[in-house]
Nanobody, 114 residues
Framework: VQLQASGGGLVQAGGSLRLSCAASKSIFSISTVGWYRQAPGKQRELVAGIGPGGSTNYADSVKGRFTISRDNAKNTVYLQMNSLKPEDTAVYYC?????????WGQGTLVTVSS
């Protein structure tokens, strides 16, 4: 299984971006998917996650601004990011895991200018 993350870019503070994580196989309905980010000099942190049943969780720093969603038919998980702040600048990664596998996508860079 491979994950392909996309959608990063440069945006001004207050703007929006939508990240996509596409899987090479239909796995999202049976796995927990997370969006993580890593800023320069910082540890990778969980930003948002969605379980196989559709339950979601968010880091406190993004609650109310980011929304994670899943389209099983397209084998894609999205991260809608609104009201972006300079501190959201990071490389964003998606991860999918179940009891039988764990896989990371390559990162996509999000840069928020002030």
């Amino acid at each position: 299984v491979q994950l392909q993350a996309s959608g990063g870019g440069l945006v001004q503070a207050g703007g929006s971006l939508r990240l996509s994580c596409a899987a090479s196989k239909s796995i999202f309905s049976i796995s927990t998917v997370g969006w993580y980010r890593q800023a320069p000099g910082k540890q990778r942190e969980l930003v948002a996650g969605i379980g196989p049943g559709g339950s979601t969780n968010y880091a406190d720093s993004v609650k109310g601004r980011f929304t994670i969603s899943r389209d099983n038919a397209k084998n894609t998980v999205y991260l809608q990011m609104n009201s972006l702040k300079p501190e959201d600048t990071a490389v964003y990664y998606c991860n999918a895991q179940s009891i039988t596998f764990a896989v990371w996508g390559q990162g996509t860079l999000v840069t928020v200018s002030s």
